[in-house]
Nanobody, 119 residues
Framework: QVQLVESGGGLVQPGGSLRLSCAAS????????MGWYRQAPGKQRELVAS???????NYTDSVKGRFTISRDNAKNTVYLQMNSLKPEDTADYYC?????????????WGQGTLVTVSS
């Protein structure tokens, strides 16, 4: 069964840190791109960061220097280390994985985890 399980969201004060995790499961042949998106209330979902199988990364400008995306290919897991968090980082964060499973090429979304940055 194809599944993504996210964890790590929560409430943090401005300037604090959180680490999100997302583990993919199922009959996985290869995972090409893993990424994190976020959606704040009343706004469109946006790409926060992505990482390719090669290890190359991409970040939206607003998080550069504060967030770090990484992946553990042996565990089919992607992480998002978020430092120096700001209130404007408050959003639902969604994991996105593109790869090849037994079922074929798939793009799969996680269930979302809420990050709230507030004092």
């Amino acid at each position: 069964q194809v599944q993504l399980v996210e964890s790590g969201g929560g409430l943090v004060q401005p300037g604090g840190s959180l680490r999100l995790s997302c583990a993919a499961s199922g009959s996985i042949f290869s995972i090409y791109v893993m990424g994190w998106y976020r959606q704040a209330p009343g706004k469109q979902r946006e790409l926060v960061a992505s990482i390719a199988l090669s290890g190359s990364t991409n970040y939206t400008d607003s998080v550069k220097g504060r967030f770090t995306i990484s992946r553990d290919n042996a565990k089919n897991t992607v992480y998002l280390q978020m430092n120096s968090l700001k209130p404007e980082d408050t959003a639902d964060y969604y994991c996105n994985v593109q790869g090849r499973w037994l079922e074929g090429y798939l793009e799969v979304w996680g269930q979302g985890t809420l990050v709230t940055v507030s004092s």
